[in-house]
Structure formats: structure tokens, C-alpha cells
């Protein structure tokens, strides 16, 4: 299930209820922080680090085995770049698809989020990349980089940086400035809707990457985004005078 | 602001206190009786039909003008195709950007909602592109369709069709179809979490268009895409053993 940005004001009541009604909630230690404590109060909770993912889900899914009403969350979105596909995987891997029932709770993913706090970049067609390379081969994000920055696609950077995984995010830079103006704008959003939120609009040309860490989220316009006082714009259409 | 899928159980707890706060409504008459009854009353509300988006926009910034706190409400994510640009963009030609207080309510867009219907189809990266060429020449979106095809992402298909505009479909189908084979799993999601919900799995080859019409949104697979069980899934990596 989905937290969304992690603000309570954000949370679907049907996702609160979920979280109310399980008995055991299972997530990565810095999303459960997010959960008011209240919620998580007489229930069994499972937290793990960020790595130990299949871990994880194995547990949720022996809890659920047992009969238990079990939660596995996700901050975001836990349909897009979360743990609802692991979970499937993992259940029809052990051929157990049929015998547990799972239901994805979706929730405001943080490109959403981002895009609210930079104006409207989103009003038009746009791709969504993450720039990690532990479970996909590099080759494979620098082609939809490519792709996508020639089609002129608004772009959205997940997971643009990590404390080992330093340079993706420069060469992807490099890629989408070979299609877009230096002037393009591009949105940073870090900790959307939480604590120490920080939300900036820079250009391609001035894009400080040291601003950029494993929280942030990019938005790179496409050729018609435009900086309008202090938001981000995507117009709707193409030359069209609104 | 959005009001997510339309269920007021996926309505996020801010967007709630909006409606409730705001003494004027603007919104397209179907999406205004996504609100509950009880929220409108005694409120001035203004709606008008789909084509009408800046008249409606332009209504609304009268009503701020006159100080009156005005909700315009779009479903899904007011930021995905939604009203937050256009008006955005209606005040910045007005030179009002300074002068007019907005914020964007995110909420759950129709990708996210249609995703967790189907399973977990956007583990991976996706295009969002929308069929309709009213305000985008055909070019840049069969552009599109095929650069995001080619790249191998999961693809997003909004307005895929209405009465009057059915070719489109056809094309991008067929442009998909020249890069994916026949087995590609295909989502189709009609009025997600609402009434008359119809979730269908289905595949590139197997694909009637007939079941598509404006209020579907159509998500492809790409080269990963399985359907296990009932579910349609895109695993999180590349030939990663789960």
C-alpha cells in the first residue's frame, strides 16, 4: 500500500484504513517514520534497511500465510518504482498468486507531488526514468534518456544520484542537452510534503548536480516548459494562444 | 486541485479540506458529481462542459479576484493533463502570477489508479502520452509513441479515442506493435475506482479497440511485462532473479 508524500494530509482515507486494520505492517525503516505512531500502536511491525527488499515481502508474504492481515508499505506510490510488483513476483514465484489475496492501494507518487510544488511541468506527454543502475543495465537507461529527450518529452529523473552512484546523473544531463536549450527549466524537489522540504527551479545550463541527492527528484522540461514568476510551466498544447 | 480516481475514499485528506473551505467550485460537470453532495452545499458553484476549459478558468480567477476563495477541481492529478497549467497559464498572460495566491492539490492520477488495477505494471520505466492531437500536431505524438516504443518503456495512453477522433489508436497500436511482440501484455482500465469500474488484461495481438473509448486508458507493457495470474506485472530489474 501507499503512503504518498508522507504528510498525513496526503494520505487516502482508504489507505489509512488499510493501515489501521492490518495486524502487521511491513516496510523500509525511514518510510515507517512516516506513519504516525498512533496507527502502528499494539500492532506487529517489521522494519528492515533499504537493500533487504525481498527480505521484506518474503516476510510479509510468511505473515499473510499465517493469516494475518498484512500491510507492506511504500512511500509514494507503491505501483510505480515500489514494492506492489515485488510482492506479485514473489507470490508467483511461489506459485501462491491465488492462495493470498493482495490488493495495490495506490497513492500520490512523488512526481505528482513534485509537480505540484513546482507549478505545472506535467501538462504534457512525459517519461519517467530512474537513473539506478543496480537492476538494470546502464545501456538500457542511457537509450530512453536519449529517446525520450528527443522526443521532447517533459523528463522525470527518479533516484538521479546515490553516495555510489555519482555520474549517471551528469551524463544523462549531457544526453538531454544535446536535444533541449541551455535555457530549458528544470524543477528539483527533495522531501516533497515532509520535513525540510526543498523545492527549486533552475535551467539546464545552471543545473547545480551537488544539490542533487537520493531524495531529490528531477523534472527536466520539454521545448514549450517555460518559468513563469516563480513556477514551472508546460503549456497544453503546441503554439496554441491560450 | 484533484479529487484523485473519484471515490472520496481516495480523496487525500487536504484536497477535502479544500472543497470544504472554498466558497466557489469550477469544474466540469462530469467531475463535479464526483463530489459528495454534502460538501457542495450552500457553495456558488460553476460548471460548464469540457470544451469550455478557459472559459471555466477564466470564471475562476474572477471569482479570486473578487477575494473569494475558488477551488478549480480536475480529477485524477490536476497536474497531469489537469487545469493547473491553464490557469497558471491564464494568469501569467494576465500578468496576475504575483497577485493571484494558487496552490496545486496533487492527487492520484488515473495512471496510478489504473496501475493498481491491473497489478503493478509501472515497476519500470514508463512514457505517459496522450492520444488526442486537438492541441498537439499528430507528428510530435506518433513521434512519440514510436520513441518511447523503440526505448522499451512501459507506455501510458491517455485519450485514446473519443467520438470523433478514432484513427489515432489504430496507429499508435500499430507503431507499438512494429517493436513489441504480439504477446506484450495491454491494460485497459475504464473509470478506475469509480461506478461502472472495467479492468481488462489483454495483449498487443489480442487488443479489440472497440472496448476502448475516452474514459479508457490503455498501458502497454514493455519487453518484461508478464501477466501472472490475473495480474499484469513489469519486474523491477533486468534479468534479475527475484
Redesign the interface.
Known sequence: M?L??G????????AK?VLKDASVIVGYRTYMQLIEPAVLEGKETIETGMTDE?QRCQLAIEKALEGKDTAVVSSG??????M???V??????RKL??EVN?E??????AL??A???L????????????LSD????WE??Q??V???A????VIVLYNPKSKKRTWQLDRAIEMISEHRSGETPVGLVRNAMREAQAVRITTLSHLDKSEVDMLTILLVGNSQTQI??E?M??????N?K?
Open positions: 501507499s504518498g508524500p504528510d498525513p494530509d496526503y494520505l487516502a482515507p482508504r484504513g525481498i506510490d507503491a505501483g510505480i518504482y515500489g506492489a510488483g515485488l506479485l513476483q514473489l507470490l508467483e514465484e498468486l491465488g493482495v495495490v492501494i495506490p497513492g500520490i507518487p505528482s507531488a509537480a505540484a510544488l507549478g505545472a511541468p506535467l501538462m504534457h506527454d512525459f517519461a519517467v526514468i530512474s543496480l537492476l538494470t543495465p538500457v537507461i537509450s530512453r536519449e529517446a525520450a528527443k522526443a521532447d518529452f513563469m514568476g513556477k510551466v508546460t503549456p497544453r498544447g503546441y496554441i491560450v
